[in-house]
């Protein structure tokens, strides 16, 4: 990932923006598909897994809690 990072989008906890992709380092798993917005985004991975960090203001992360970092989606 990256780009502008303020929300924690690029899934990592300092706001740096990069120019250049970063590894999004809780994952270890393939990612085979992304989708990015604004200020979040989502992977599926080889493992039919979904992760998705990254602003959760209106629930576009899917899931409950409000963490930013990398979490796997149930």
Not at 48 to 73: A, I, K
Request: proline share 4%.
């Amino acid at each position: 990932m990256w780009g502008w990072n303020k929300f924690g989008q690029l899934g990592r906890s300092s706001p740096v923006v990069s120019n250049v992709p970063l590894e999004v380092l809780e994952i270890s798993e393939r990612a085979t598909n992304c989708s990015c917005g604004e200020s979040h985004s989502l992977v599926l991975t080889s493992e039919n897994n979904v992760w998705s960090w990254g602003s959760n203001r209106f629930g576009e992360l899917g899931r409950e809690d409000t963490s930013y970092l990398p979490t796997r989606v149930k």
